[in-house]
């Protein structure tokens, strides 16, 4: 038992646990393990208390590394489907959520290479750690200090790569342009022409001014917009009136009747007649063979009916 605990404290944080340090402890009941590590000393308390965090943290960033790079070359062979589809896919087969897919890819193409062909240097990294610093709104400076601190020797726990990020932020006046909405080109316009704060009202400051002009613009704009539906709406409705009264609509056709008098609305005689007339005419110039008014009903005679 002793020699299980030596073994344990004396273990090569880049090895972690061996193999044959796993069967050991496997083969090792319970009550032995507590008995043995009952009489851990304090310094052989914090000595596995680092040698157990470099075990598991080890595994577990080259962990998220090799999934990131296995999402990667996926994505790479299936350029015919989309992102979306991509990651159904991935996530179908893996049971890795979208988010932690993408985390993970970020994380192999920000950090992967150097930290997978370097395995001390990954051991250094805490899994959460590399993901925030591979995020897509993280400064790449940011990266490049955490590994030069890592190479360093120090550990990049959350907390240390939640202050390089922070130190690397970009102030909160200066907004990236990408990420930036668009306005609309007549509000860019007003944007560039130089205001005098004398003139603005109660005398405001230019920024405030600004702030007012735009509201304005895109008020006028929605009110510009919406008197235009409006029309547009109305001139569909003259058109539809000037065609008379709609008496059928289905999904293939609209049949409208309109009166000799544009006075009057027609009756319903009128309509009976002017669909008689229409049939009329419709049997002179094509081989119709009927028009069916009401659904025909399944004679056993077999007789064909005609309305």
């Not at 002009?213 to 409006?230: F, I, Y």
């Not at 547009?232 to 409705?237: F, G, N, P, R, Y």
Request: charged share 25%; glycine share 4%.
């Amino acid at each position: 038992m002793g020699n299980l605990l030596t073994q344990i404290c004396q273990m090569n944080a880049m090895d972690g646990l061996s193999d044959d340090l796993v069967l050991a402890i496997c083969q090792t009941d319970e009550e032995a393990l507590i008995r043995c590590f009952s009489e851990v000393q304090p310094d052989q308390q914090q000595l596995i208390a680092i040698r157990m965090s470099d075990c598991i943290r080890q595994r577990k960033s080259q962990s998220i590394l090799i999934v990131g790079l296995a999402i990667h070359l996926f994505t790479l062979a299936t350029p015919e489907a989309s992102r979306r589809k991509q990651i159904e896919v991935m996530e179908e087969e893996t049971g890795v959520k979208r988010t932690q897919q993408i985390r993970c890819r970020n994380a192999f193409l920000r950090l992967g290479r150097p930290l997978l062909t370097d395995p001390k240097l990954a051991s250094l990294f805490v899994p959460e750690a590399t993901k925030r610093l591979c995020e897509p709104g993280t400064q790449e400076t940011a990266t490049y200090e955490a590994l030069k601190r890592a190479r360093a020797g120090e550990i990049i726990t959350i907390r240390v790569a939640d202050a390089i990020i922070a130190a690397h932020a970009p102030p909160p006046n200066v907004v990236n342009n990408s990420n930036r909405p668009r306005r609309p080109a007549v509000v860019n316009a007003i944007e560039s022409v130089p205001v005098d704060v004398s003139a603005t009202e109660g005398g405001k400051d230019d920024a405030t001014y600004r702030r007012t002009r735009e509201d304005e613009l895109d008020a006028e704009t929605m009110k510009g917009v919406s008197q235009r539906r409006n029309e547009l709406q109305e001139k569909k409705s003259s058109q539809g009136q000037g065609l008379g009264q709609l008496v059928h609509q289905d999904n293939a056709v609209q049949v409208f009747v309109r009166s000799v008098n544009p006075k009057n609305d027609p009756t319903t005689e009128e309509i009976m007649y002017a669909i008689q007339q229409a049939y009329k005419k419709l049997c002179s110039g094509h081989p119709v063979q009927a028009i069916v008014l009401e659904p025909l009903e399944t004679y056993q005679s077999g007789e064909n009916f005609h309305v």
